[in-house]
């Protein structure tokens, strides 16, 4: 791809102009190494090392759960201020081959950090991102000039032809504020890749907030790559790459966004109406726990329909946890007349029971519960407090909710009334 098209870690990196400083868990010396992303948005790195090179590092016990911390550096022949690091570095081959006397490690990463330049202001930065669909038509333009060198030589004969080239294509230009603003861009030879072009140098909360909050409106789960800073001149100043997180089927997802996004077509976006919603929702993300529920939500979306109604359902539920307060949870509301009420049924009621003492303290463990609204009431009161009513076919829904949490049978066999009742339950979070 061109520059300013996709992340360009891999054409910096393997240009053979760095050396290893620290090998981290890799055998060591490496006589060659390659890093790339993998059609699975993994970052592999394959080294290469003479069948006697050996790690320093100390295993693991097998079945831990940790943090993988393990890193690898890398620093530039020419410019020792020029540093690459590889963070969560993991080997899980090792091929050797006799003939060579070589063997080759392939290693997963989790990031990598750099920093190529030590002078000049980070004043652009690109977010690289993938899985955008080509279903919306955006309203805004790109204009890309490039400058085309081509020759022809033939003895003496020398055909010359310097030219630019312009392209036009299309992004979407989403406006929180004066200062946070983004354009988010289409790669013109992908069907999928694309960026977002940040007007200033963003902190990383931030980006993740707002790229929670672009997702969700455009119906797709953007998949997070890395980012790349650029000062005045254009020049890349340092670049940050992920390891991808595609939530287990989200390139599969058709392109469903929760609203209209254009007055006048189904299969276009308007930049106004789109930055409206992204800031809406960008507004009370903290309040609402957006993060949280954007991740239910996605892996609901790539879920399979038989468990993705109690998944709706939960994103639904925690909807609602967030928004009602407390005595909106409640059937009884006043404290002294459910104090009166509690007392009454322990004293009553249990201790009367002539049954172990353990089961007892069990029994007045679960009172509490008498006294919270059923998850559908709760849904209900949240929903009249925004003025929406739940029609019939609304309310029956929530049953798939409750048949996929208990692992019930579809009743008769009816799976297309099963899967309605899931999209009812998505349209309905929506």
Not at 191 to 214: A, M, Q
Not at 216 to 223: A, E, N, S, Y
Request: net charge neutral; aromatic share 10%.
């Amino acid at each position: 791809m061109e520059k300013f098209e996709f992340e360009e870690f891999e054409d910096i990196i393997n240009t053979r102009m760095f050396k290893f400083n620290n090998y981290g868990p890799l055998k060591e010396p490496i006589t060659s190494f390659k890093i790339y992303r993998d059609s699975d948005l993994r970052i592999i790195l394959k080294s290469t090392s003479s069948i006697q090179a050996k790690s320093n590092f100390i295993e693991k016990t097998q079945g831990l759960v940790y943090n993988n911390e393990d890193k690898v550096v890398l620093h530039s022949y020419y410019n020792k201020n020029v540093e690459i690091t590889l963070f969560g570095v993991t080997t899980y081959s090792n091929n050797i081959n006799l003939n060579s006397n070589e063997q080759n490690e392939l290693s997963l990463i989790n990031t990598i950090s750099a920093t190529l330049k030590n002078e000049g202001e980070e004043k652009y930065m690109i977010e690289w991102i993938d899985n955008i669909d080509s279903f919306f038509i955006f309203d805004q333009s790109i204009i890309r000039n490039k400058k085309v060198h081509n020759s022809l030589s033939i003895d003496d004969i020398v055909l010359k032809d310097e030219s630019i080239k312009n392209d036009s294509h299309h992004c979407l230009h989403i406006l929180l504020s004066d200062v946070l603003s983004c354009y988010l861009c289409r790669s013109s030879d992908s069907n999928t890749k694309g960026f977002i072009l940040y007007k200033n140098i963003e902190e990383e909360d931030i980006r993740n907030k707002l790229r929670n909050c672009i997702s969700f409106v455009l119906g797709k789960p953007l998949i997070y790559l890395g980012y790349s800073c650029y000062n005045d001149n254009s020049e890349l100043v340092s670049f940050k790459t992920i390891r991808g997180h595609d939530y287990n089927g989200a390139f599969k997802l058709n392109t469903q966004a929760p609203t209209i996004l254009h007055s006048q077509a189904t299969n276009a976006i308007d930049s106004m109406i789109f930055s409206n919603l992204v800031s809406n929702i960008y507004s009370i993300y903290d309040d609402i726990d957006f993060r949280h529920l954007s991740w239910l939500y996605w892996h609901a979306s790539t879920s399979a329909p038989h468990s993705a109604g109690v998944q709706f359902g939960a994103c639904i539920e925690s909807l609602c946890t967030k928004s009602l307060t407390d005595n909106e949870k409640k059937l009884i509301i006043d404290k002294t007349i459910w104090k009166k009420f509690r007392k009454n049924i322990i004293n009553e009621s249990i201790e009367t029971l002539e049954i172990d003492k353990d089961i007892k303290e069990q029994l007045k463990s679960k009172i509490d519960i008498l006294n919270v609204l059923s998850q559908k009431k709760q849904l209900q009161n949240f929903l009249q407090k925004i003025n929406i009513k739940l029609s019939t076919t609304e309310e029956n829904a929530w049953q798939q909710r409750n048949d996929s949490a208990h692992g019930n049978p579809v009743k008769d066999g009816n799976y297309i009334k099963m899967i309605r009742e899931v999209k009812i339950l998505r349209t309905l979070f929506n």
